[in-house]
């Protein structure tokens, strides 16, 4: 997921901030790239500078965006912003709520705007053209994001108005949002001296150039290392879908007749999971793991060295021991240690679980007399094997059933039953991509308008690999009723035309995790945009999401959406029950996977300012942890996005277990009543954790939701773990 993350309206930064079914995861450009000009192009004639009209309360103008817009846009609406804070710091007046904070959030609209779409083209439309302006920009947006948080008139104004006793006269959610402002601005370096400020901005210029190229480094290598299929043979074990998609790519791509096996996760996994050619699993494997990491001009460890440097002494001038202890000052977990806690508790039972896949795994290589070892490029494919012997579950006879715009409607039908949205298609909004569709969303009962979805779901040079969900509008009340906008991204391929796209079951949990994020944005009722939506703790925003993954299972959706693909007929209650029979079944390959790389991530910002090797720490942390020889990272540290193509999820991968603790938990509260579709349980939901966005301290919105605290039993259920007798709370 995409979003900006504000300290003020008019103070809006990009950042990369996606899903644990990402991989953040660009586009190779000479380093003699011609600058573009910089003569601002008159607003009249730039469309993103425009106000967005047309129907819905305004859309944004994508059909008429060109790259050459980009640049004298971002200029133009830096000055206009400028102009505003401006007026809010040099203000005669007293400072109260309304002319200080009020005018903040009102502020920056415009740079808000061409923001949105400029973070859009980066994700998406991310062609040499834009990536000559993307590297220019970046360093100039930090610098004006640190030009408005140094402000000392501002925050004079803004301290004011949080230390005043007038505080207590606001409501809660405006108390809320002094403090948001008010701890945003500080942890931004406000209180610094003047020499801090100076190093403090040139630390985020330089960051900002290195997650650009970081960025690009990754796209680069997944666009212009692929695998290419030259005959039958080298197919062997593949299902139908997975050469359709294969031939596809080799299509468009200029190679009619081949087979391409791109360097995405979308692509990787399934050739991993089916191809009997263990040289060529090897081969596509070591393509994907090696990303940002092949000792070239587009290697990212250097990147990283320098990354990690700057974090470091950026925490430290703003008074903190760690880069890990200034991210999760505000998060539900408060300090590194508490995320270490929990992430230690899960890792034990984890490995242990893989000691017990590999096994069963060996044990049928062995059997079918193949003489080798299992390694990380056979764990899928023998994995694959365990699950039909074991549960007699065979993904390729459940994937006929899941048809990509089969589950879109299932997944529109739960919100409805949850929510109470009825999605409508619209073809009178402008897209910057023909594969984008959009629909309406409404209320089921009243009828009113809720905002609008946008559906990208394809894969395509220029669009990073993975999932994610975008913002390009909040919800807010307090300038009229403004509903938002928002999108889900997706890199599943395509087949061909005509033909139902079919995806696994994994990628099918992917699409609802993205629509819980969509759904979060959609249910949003508050005042301000800096509080709506998503614009919530690290830790806390992926628990809506990953909430929504348990529906995907439920009969109601499986009766009526997994339909075959040929037949139209729903997929038969035995392989429903083997489905539910097998559901923690590789629970230690997941949990591994993904833990190494969280695990990596908070020790590499927990080393300070030492000088860093990110292939040997890598290498000795994995070691020293005791890593299974048979899986790798899910994310490795030189194609880590999450972590270092912004700061996002720096020191923050651990955020997907910490909201798989309250997951899991609340999921029980459905389980508990009368069912998932329990109407009492989906209201407290909306109303505790969908609706409130950032109004609330998350901890305080889960225990109204719950009526406790979540501790980690739940989680051990969900992944087949055993509950330890005791455990420490998880919030």
Known sequence: MRKLLFTGAGVAALVSASCATTTQEVRTTGDNQPTASSAPAPKATNPLLARWSGPYGGVPAFDQVKVEHFKPALEASIEENRREIAAIANNPDAPTFENTIVALEDAGRTYNDVSTIFGIWSSSMNGPEFQVIEREMAPRLAAFADEIAQNEKLFQRVEAVYTSPDKAKLTPEQQRLVWVHYTGLVRSGAKLDAAAKKRLADINQRLASLYTDFSQNVLADEENHVVVLESEADLAGLPESVRTGAAAAAESRGMPGKWVITNTRSSMEPFLTYSSRRDLREKVWRNYVNRGDNGDARDNNKLITEILKL??????????????????????????????????????????????????????????????????????????????????????????????????????????????????????????????????????????????????????????????????????????????????????????????????????????????????????????PTLSGTSVARDYVEFPSQLLEHWLSTPEVLNTYAVHYQTGKPIPAALVAKIEKAATFNQGFGTVEYLSSALVDMKLHLAGDKTIDPDAFERDTLGALGMPKEIVMRHRTPQFGHVFAGDGYSAGYYSYLWSDTLTADAYEAFTEGKGAYDRDVAERLRKNVFSVGNTVDPAEAYRSFRGKEAGTDALMRKRGFPVPVKNKKAN
Do not use: C
């Not at 390729?396 to 409805?416: D, I, S, T």
């Open 311 to 528: 974090r470091a002494e950026r925490a430290k001038l703003l008074g903190y021991a760690t880069h890990a202890h200034w991210r999760l000052e505000n998060t539900m977990a408060k300090t590194p240690e508490r995320a270490m806690a929990l992430m230690e508790a899960v890792w034990t039972p984890a490995v242990a679980r893989v000691r017990e896949e590999v096994a069963d795994m060996q044990a049928i290589a062995n059997k079918e007399g193949a003489k080798l070892k299992i390694e990380p490029w056979d764990y899928r494919y023998y994995a694959e094997k365990v699950r039909k012997a074991k549960y007699d579950l065979d993904e390729n006879e459940v994937k006929p059933y899941l048809q990509l715009e089969k589950l879109r409607e299932g997944m529109f039908w739960v919100a409805g039953e949850l929510f109470g949205f009825s999605f409508t298609p619209v073809s009178n909004v402008p897209v910057f991509h023909p594969d984008v569709r959009v629909w309406e969303v409404k209320d089921k009962t009243s009828g009113k308008h809720v905002g609008l979805w946008y559906f990208d779901p394809y894969a395509r040079p220029g669009k990073r690999s993975g999932a994610w969900m975008n913002a390009y509008r909040n919800q807010e009340r307090f300038k009229g009723d403004i509903s938002t906008i928002v999108s889900n991204n997706s890199n599943f391929m395509k087949g061909k035309p005509g033909e139902p796209v079919l995806i696994s079951w994994t990628d099918a949990q992917t699409l609802f995790h993205e629509f819980g994020h969509a759904l979060h944005g959609l249910a949003s009722n508050v005042t301000y």
